[in-house]
């Protein structure tokens, strides 16, 4: 049996459920009464025209906006009272839309401080070195190379994030992101500024993720990869849910055409 | 593999080039003036040494750290020379205290986004000072407090001249090997993620509030072990010492010497130390002088002097290949 079988056979629960969700910016509604839920296991991917509150939602899934209505259960807990970084500890990972990584250190250090939540090595940990403290540095190297094998950049480990060309950096944010072992992983357009065979590698990873048993939600715009790797179609527009479903349903749904065609 | 290797054995031939340059100079120089001057300098680079981690690092700007200068200095004059508390015992209150005081500062000003923790301090450094000049029972007020004991560890005395050189330079080689080991490790690692990106930083489940609030209560014991080994040397402080304008020099140093580099913290507090020393024949131009000094640096080298020597290395490379 495979992690992931198990982790659906385990949780009837999603793994995420998103319940009448509302921000205001400056009185105008930026997400309007938005609810759904996530299984335990799939892609979801999140479609809409720009400025359709995409990234918004995002933000308050990951704790960096607190919403004005609604609340977001994660994994059978309220995250209303949680900081980002108890999010992150609790199985929320992310990537960003404009590359994040930290530039001026090696990918192996990106991945190493994505492992922060998972390590816990302080300020008299790092003076005394006592030997946990060395067990602990090596066994998350270790876990970073091996991360860095599974995106396939591992030749790169060594060098400086920021030299590396858009297709590899991007790629790194999702390793970064794996390291701290997420159960919920958010992908904001990972295929923004990547050319066609790059896409064609990121569909695969994303497919690979997903057998480790990561559940991914996906902000994407390049249509062909949204709607290969989702299981599940959520369409934002305006604010608010305007459809559900399958990729297939999503694409004869008549309300989503015409928001897509201009209508 | 080999890249990484690199890096840690030349962090071993840096310091080991520093630590035979310490022993070097001292045991060369007879002249107490410039030993003097050499150990101000050391006491100088601790104070930058932290402040450098808050500012290069951390990305937090502390405009009072002479208060925790201060701090260091006055409470070792009041328990060992009030009090006739061992020095050593006096040190580790003033470190205690330093850092406890840093805590309560830092607390609200950090959560704060932005220059608060600058202006907190500020203030902060500001009534640390009137405290000082104002609360003359115990500190002697604004003539200042005289009768600081001298150190003493079982048969060694350290009074002014070698002995506090090497005492003064030894603690600094020990604070670089912890800033070090602080840069290298998980918290290192999570403060340069600061240092590249904040928002990142937070994404990625650094609780970067917390870990500011750590670097600055460091930067605090840095500081008053500067401010113990000032009072000890001196043996005589007053409050302005640590008043404000030193907290700018301090901030000077930093910025001189290059943000986020160990040893631009050691070049920073070397300039700013020495140039009033050598400026001293021009007289009532001082300030002049040294005001232009630093502004030709700024322009000249607007990354600090370690970021400006490394360009002029490399491209005087390049010239000769």
Known sequence: MTNQDLRQAQSQQPILDVQGLTKLFGGVKAQDNISFSIEPGIVCGLIGPNGAGKTTLFNMITGIYAPDNGQVIFNGRNTRKMAVHQLVKAGIARTFQHVELFGSMTLLENVLVGMHVRTRCGFWGAVTRFPWVNREEKAAVEKAESLLEFTGLIDDAHKPAGDLPVGRQKTAEIARALASDPLLLLLDEPAAGLNAVETENLGQLIRAVKDRGVTMMLVEHDMSLAMGISDKVIVLDQGRKLAQGTPREIQNDEAVMAAYLGG | MSDKLSARSRARIENSIFLAAVILLGLVTENTYYLQIMTFIGINTLLALGLNMLMGYAGQVSLGHAAFYGIGAYATAILSGTYALSPWLALICAVGGAVLVAFIVGLPTLRLSGYYLGMGTLGFGMIVNILFREWSSVTGGASGFVGIPVLEAGPM????????????????????????????????????????????????????????????????????????????????????????????????????????????????????????????????????????????????????????????YHASRKKRQ
């Open chain 2, 157 to 312: 005395v350290f009074m002014s001249g070698k002995s506090y050189f090497f005492l003064v330079w030894a603690v600094v080689l020990a604070a670089i090997l912890i800033c070090r080991r602080i840069l290298r490790s998980r918290m290192g690692r999570a403060l340069r993620a600061i240092h590249d990106g904040e928002n990142a930083a937070l994404a990625v489940g650094v609780n970067t509030h917390y870990l500011k609030l750590k670097v600055f209560m460091f930067a605090a014991a840095l500081g008053a072990v500067a401010g113990f080994l000032y009072a000890h040397f001196v043996l005589f402080i007053s409050p302005e010492s640590f008043g404000f304008m030193v907290s700018v020099k301090m901030v000077t140093m930093v910025v001189i010497g290059g943000m986020a580099s160990i040893w631009g913290a050691l070049l920073g507090a070397g300039l700013l130390t020495l140039l009033p020393e050598v400026l001293h024949g021009f007289a009532e131009y001082e300030m002049i002088v040294f005001g232009l000094v630093l502004m030709l640096v700024m322009i000249f080298m607007p990354q600090g002097l370690t970021r400006g020597f490394l360009d002029i």
